[in-house]
């Protein structure tokens, strides 16, 4: 088997942990897990690890930027911001016009590019006390979800036609397309929801180069030394090993999550430690 990286392009209507499941019996292969989920009333590409080695090292990921393209529609407001909510039209008022695509561009320049401060949906996985702010929700108990400092390093209209738009955004770890598209709508008086979603990038990872989850072979996990082969580098030798394998400290002085390698393959993460060497964080 391989260890490494897949790319799925996951279909509407699945969760995540389906199409993980879908993968999991098609390989077959039980260490299966993903980089960051995708909603499923959204589609588009998902990076999933397969086998334990790269299990290990999906933390080096979690901060990769996330490129999509959002389907926005005026006129009405979702529960979920999204068009799987109870939708209802916006009070527009009087004298209200739909603004030009000129006009629109530079708003969102101004108020959703770069750090933004953004509220989550009610609708979501955020943990409230332990407790995810969907369940709360669906129960119909109130939701007070802090808002939080995103990044959205780009976002750019691809056409416009009122009552729909469709961007694409580019944007780092932990933003929530849902409420661009909801505090969109507000800011510019006539409400919005989300209306589709597709994930076009992870990182340096493309739709383009992925698969239907019931269609891969193990000839498409990208190996782990593919994936790795960006992280700061130590080659080590055959006494760095044994130290390892005993769970002591090599000397070497290495950058933050260096990969250590040894006859040609990825072996461990190091980190350094106070006294000038390096400690295993993980070995594989």
């Known amino acids: ?90 009070d527009i008022g009087m004298g209200w016009t739909p603004p030009e695509q000129g006009m629109l561009q530079r708003i969102i320049k101004d108020r959703f ?23 709360k929700a669906r129960q119909g108990r109130p939701v007070d979800l802090p808002a939080r400092e995103v990044e959205i390093e780009k976002c750019e209209i691809l056409s416009y036609d009122y009552p729909n738009l469709r961007l694409r955004v580019a944007c780092g770890s932990g933003t929530y397309i849902r409420s661009l598209a909801h505090d969109l709508g507000q800011v510019l008086k006539c409400g919005a929801y989300l209306s589709g979603l597709k ?19 193990w000839t498409d996990v990208i190996p782990l030394k593919e994936v790795l082969k960006n992280f700061p580098r130590r080659e080590l030798t055959e006494s760095d090993m044994e130290e390892l394998r005993y769970g002591r400290n090599i000397e070497a002085e290495v950058e933050p999550d260096t990969i250590a390698w040894y006859d040609d393959l990825p072996v461990a993460i190091l980190i350094p430690a106070p006294d000038g060497t390096a400690h295993a964080r993980k070995v594989f």
């Open 1 to 90: 088997m391989r260890h490494g990286f897949l790319l799925i392009d996951k279909p509407l209507g699945p969760t995540s942990h389906d199409a993980v499941a879908i993968v999991r019996r098609s390989l077959p292969e039980r260490s299966v897990g993903h980089l960051g989920t995708l909603d499923p009333a959204a589609t588009g590409l998902l990076v999933l690890a397969v086998g334990k080695k790269a299990l290990k090292v999906v933390q080096l990921f979690t901060d990769l930027t996330k490129e999509y393209e959002a389907d926005v529609k005026f006129g009405q407001i979702s529960t979920t911001y999204d068009r799987e909510g109870m939708l209802q039209q916006y």
């Open 113 to 135: 590019t770069g750090k933004i401060s953004q509220v989550p949906p009610s609708y979501s996985a955020v943990s409230i006390g332990g407790e995810r702010a969907y369940r």
């Open 199 to 217: 994930r076009t990038k992870v990182g340096e990872w493309s739709v383009a180069n992925a698969k239907a989850p019931d269609a891969i072979k």
